[in-house]
T-cell receptor, first 116, second 115 residues
């Protein structure tokens, strides 16, 4: 079974600073997507960014970018110019495969605190 | 607006009283699934469906049933709820590719408390 590991249960950063959240995963597949989801206090799951494994270029969405290291199976999320609204739980997710399940395996999350 | 809609959003029920959480999507997605989220455990998949009349167990199916009679709807049924099913539940949908190369969209979540 695939596993997704987020080794930082909690991170804290000063407003306007940059923070990086770590994620590693285990897979034997070669072509897949990887995701970061944000879960604010409302508990809604919001897609932050998606990386396509066959692309060497790291995905970027405004202040959010990833550092994707395919060989190392590492997929970290970098948030630049942190804002108070970025405070949330962040989940890394990898699609399950086998039998066409198309579900997601999630890490256990990183709680991001933004210090004003 | 493309969305996944769950109801109810909040529910307190008693042990053993059957309940259904509805889920509907308006994106014509083939794939739908249910997750539960518990503290320290992240999200875990309960059941999924790849199309109408095609459902299968996820990681934590015990105590749950699902059905997929229409493409847009995927209700989650708790025949005899127990307190260990107190959780936050998410319905999700996506176009089905079978390749792991698709994006999954989530409903807003349903808080369920079983007393």
């Amino acid at each position: 079974a695939q596993t997704v590991t987020q080794s930082q249960p909690e991170m804290s950063v000063q407003e306007a600073e940059t923070v990086t959240l770590s994620c590693t995963y285990d897979t034997s597949e070669s072509d897949y997507y990887l995701f970061w989801y944000k879960q604010p206090p409302s508990r809604q799951m919001i897609l932050v960014i998606r990386q396509e494994a066959y692309k060497q270029q790291n995905a970027t969405e405004n202040r959010f970018s990833v550092n994707f290291q395919k060989a190392a199976k590492s997929f970290s999320l970098k948030i630049s110019d942190s804002q108070l609204g970025d405070a949330a739980m962040y989940f890394c997710a990898y699609p399950e495969s086998g039998g066409g399940a198309d579900g997601l395996t999630f890490g256990k999350g990183t709680h991001l605190i933004i210090q004003p | 607006e493309a969305q996944v809609t769950q109801n109810p959003r909040y529910l307190i029920t008693v042990t053993g009283k059957k309940l259904t959480v509805t889920c509907s999507q308006n994106m014509n997605h083939e794939y739908m699934s249910w997750y539960r989220q518990d503290p320290g455990l992240g999200l875990r998949q309960i059941y999924y469906s790849m199309n109408v009349e095609a459902t299968d167990k996820g990681d934590v199916p015990e105590g749950y049933k699902v059905s997929r009679k229409e493409k847009r709807n995927f209700p989650l049924i708790l025949e005899s709820p127990s307190p260990n099913q107190t959780s936050l539940y998410f319905c999700a949908s996506s176009p089905w590719t079978g390749t792991g190369r698709n994006t999954i969209y989530f409903g807003e979540g349903s808080w369920l408390t079983v007393v």
